[in-house]
């Protein structure tokens, strides 16, 4: 996602490096990269999706850190990095460090399982869901990316033919 952002933002291409230079983005997961683990950074209380985004100075080179507990966190991490060059422009030093307040943030699109929107005037629900797994369109990908890039992890869908079940803790 980093990658894809930066490159369609740039309009360049943007290589992958194993060493770090001056100006690298650096990011990971302290289980994913020894760097970041010793970076000994303070995720512990950021959650399964909160990230941190911090300039930091690495082998005597200035840098960018998104840093995560997780993958998911990660991800989080690098969208906001990409809403903050697309707005403001990447500021000269940051110190971002960020988790959602509830755990599931969702999307309803009153779509239900035959494909019908109760409410809407879009045509036919987007969900194909007697096709998967074995056809994903690509449309779920680009809704999955726009989703996670305003940290929705969730979509609401009903079924009009069910009856209504109470659920109870």
């Given amino acids: 996602e980093l990658k894809t952002g930066l ?3 740039l309009s360049k291409k943007i290589p992958f490096f194993d060493e770090i230079d001056e100006g690298s983005i650096v990011l990971g997961t302290p289980g994913s990269s020894p760097l970041i683990e010793q970076l000994d950074l303070p995720l512990e209380n950021l959650g399964r999706e909160g990230f941190l985004i911090r300039s930091l100075e690495i082998d005597r080179r200035d840098v960018t850190v998104i840093a995560a507990q997780t993958d998911t966190g990660l991800l989080y991490g690098v969208f906001r990095l990409l809403r903050l060059a697309q707005s403001d422009g990447l500021p000269e030093s940051v110190d971002i460090s960020d988790r959602p307040a509830i755990d599931l943030r969702l999307l309803n699109h009153w779509d239900n399982l035959d494909r019908h929107v109760e409410r809407g005037y879009s045509g036919q629900s987007l969900w ?13 990908t ?14 609401v869908l009903n079924n009009v033919n069910a009856k209504p079940e109470v659920l109870t803790p």
């Fill in 128 to 140: 194909d869901w007697w096709r998967l797994p074995d056809i994903v369109d690509p449309r779920y």
């Fill in 142 to 155: 680009g809704y999955a990316r726009a989703n996670a890039s305003i940290g929705i992890n969730g979509t």
């Fill in 7 to 9: 490159e369609r933002l």
